[in-house]
């Protein structure tokens, strides 16, 4: 087993990310979700129901802040607009960490609200780096950076996603968001091994784990987040419990919700996985 | 070697305007042409904002029909790249757009029912304002009321429309079919506001519409009385104004009041 970095976020057990959808199901039950996972965007916003939500739910349940439009590896100027908005929601949200993903979100004022793919050169490792520390600076605390699905590579990329990932990590001192679905999405798109990524990351950084569903097009696979998990994917997150220990993991969907029972059977599938591998009989939340 | 800044002001180019400069940076997979490759963060662009609008304005998309609104989001969509890091506020241009847009333009129950569901939007995730209440007013003394000065809740939006797209907006919801499309023979006020977190409207009558613009301005209570007896009759006038504050703290509508000297 690797040393724990001493300061690293605890283990918070098998969360869900937040949809207005479950807000009643999960304040008038007590549904099995250790923790949630909030889209920073959707609650950067003046007020009204969904801030008021946000506020009982993380009265009973720890909390992560995850962002779609950080755009950190934009050549853009950072948006201290955003900035400060996303700030203020963590000091009204108290998340145990916050983050956003390893891509960029448009250029010249304009947001094309993707994640948009970056070639792994050294020019835009120092530039990642760069930016990183600049926004843990201003938040003043460490960002937690996700791996994100891509569907294109660049001719003049110098290094492996993977090394490119363990740099921005090292260099930066950030925390990894280490998603499963989009290792699988990307190594398929892209011809390269999962085993050889989830070999690559430096484990002493990955504080969480996205486990989610995709749409698959025969010779590429979109990351859409609208299906259950498939049997590949729980695979891979099969080798990545078993390569990193216990990592807080939580069930990403984006489009067609179900129930929210569903969901839960879902994660309680992940439990069940960690759970044999880790030989932990039980998982508690570690508020 | 393109530099960094280069390749994404060329891959979003690709995006936004069709050019295939990028293609040259992007390589074949094994399995597919870069073309298509890149062509999932097209369709990816236009599909998703395309998805924001649909949420936004669910009526304007049930009025329209599938392909009437896949026009139009099309066209917004080419017209406005959206210059905002949160999604939400992308479609906040589409009632300018309707009323503005001559194809649309024709149609003014189109603007005034995509108003009526940006200012739904508006006030459901609008400010935080404590409201005021009946018990705070109680105490006042009768010399006092002439010097009252309210101050409306943050949420609260004012439209006026000229068609009949509030009833249109009515019947949509209740997924029943909508009216003809038709132009009032006088513009009919509405307010929108929050109340129990939830986003409302109503038509309101002419009198309580000048009374309520009036005491946004911060005109005194004692004024607005004087106005309501000018406007329909001083018979009963202060009652009606009492009434009319009566209903704007039961609704929320107010968000607290001052005396002023």
């Known amino acids: 087993m690797s040393t724990e970095r001493p300061d690293k976020p605890p283990f918070l057990g098998f969360g869900l990310g937040l949809r207005p959808q479950h807000y009643s199901e999960i304040l008038d039950g ?34 992560v802040m995850h962002g779609v439009s950080l755009s950190i590896a934009s ?35 304009v947001n094309l609200h993707d994640l948009l793919p970056i070639p792994y050169t050294k020019e835009a490792l120092d530039h990642v780096v760069d930016r990183i520390s600049q926004v843990q600076d201003f938040l003043g605390r460490r960002l937690t950076i996700e791996n994100v699905s891509s569907y ?55 504080v969480q784990f ?40 939580m069930i990403e969907r984006d489009d067609n919700i179900p129930p929210l029972a569903e969901l839960v059977e879902e994660l309680n599938h992940a439990r069940a996985i960690a759970s044999e591998i880790l030989g932990l009989p039980h998982v508690a939340a570690a508020e | 070697m393109t530099n960094l800044k280069e390749l994404q002001e060329s891959f979003q180019r690709g995006i936004l305007a069709g050019d295939d400069t990028v293609l040259a940076e992007i390589k074949d997979s094994a399995k597919e042409q870069r073309r298509v490759l890149f062509g999932v963060y097209r369709y990816a662009y236009v599909a998703r904002l395309a998805e924001i609008l649909g949420d936004d304005y669910e009526q304007v998309h049930a009025y329209l029909g599938d392909a009437g609104f896949a026009k139009l989001t099309k066209a917004y969509i080419a017209a406005n790249p959206s210059d905002q890091r949160n999604a939400r506020w992308f479609g906040r241009h589409l009632p300018t757009f309707l009323r503005t847009t001559t194809t649309y333009a024709k149609h003014p129950e189109l603007a005034e029912l995509a108003a009526l569901e940006k200012a739904l939007a508006d006030a459901f995730d609008g400010p935080d304002a404590e409201c005021l209440t009946l018990d705070s007013l109680a ?14 809740h943050p949420t609260v939006i004012r439209l006026s429309f000229t068609s009949n797209a509030a009833e249109i907006w009515s019947a949509l919801k209740d997924e029943t079919a909508p009216p003809k499309a038709a132009r009032l023979p006088e513009p009919q006020a509405i307010v929108v506001w929050r109340q129990d977190l939830m986003a409302r409207f109503r038509p309101i009558g002419a009198e309580e519409a000048m009374m309520w613009n009036e005491a946004a301005k911060g005109v005194r209570f004692g004024v607005l009385c004087e106005m309501v007896a000018t406007f329909a009759g001083e018979d009963e006038a202060g009652l009606r104004a009492a009434s009319y504050l009566k209903s704007w703290i039961d609704m929320e509508m107010l968000a607290g009041c001052r005396l002023e000297d």
């Open chain 1, 30 to 63: 007590d549904p099995e979700i250790d923790w949630f996972e909030v889209i920073s965007d959707n609650y950067m916003i003046p007020g009204g129901q969904p801030l008021r939500m946000l506020d009982r739910i993380r009265e009973r349940y720890p909390v």
């Open chain 1, 210 to 249: 996205h486990v989610a569903g995709h749409s698959h097009e025969e010779s590429h696979i979109i990351d859409t987040h609208d299906h259950p998990v498939c049997d590949e994917v729980w695979d891979l997150y099969r080798h990545t419990v078993k390569h990193f220990g216990p990592v807080s993991t």
């Open chain 2, 139 to 152: 105490g006042l003394a009768p010399e006092d009321w002439p010097r009252l000065v309210l101050e409306p």
């Open chain 1, 152 to 206: 294109v590579s660049f001719g003049q990329s110098e290094m492996t996603e993977w090394e490119f990932v363990t740099e921005v990590a090292e260099r930066a001192d950030c925390w990894l968001l280490f998603d499963v679905n989009n290792v699988y999405v990307s190594a398929f798109n892209h011809g390269f091994s999962a085993q050889d990524f989830l070999n690559g990351v430096p484990r002493d950084r990955v």
């Open chain 1, 75 to 109: 050549t853009a100027p950072l948006d201290m607009d955003y900035l400060q908005s996303l700030k203020a929601l963590a000091e009204r949200v108290q998340p145990k960490w916050i983050s956003d993903h390893l891509c960029w979100t448009g250029v010249h004022g």
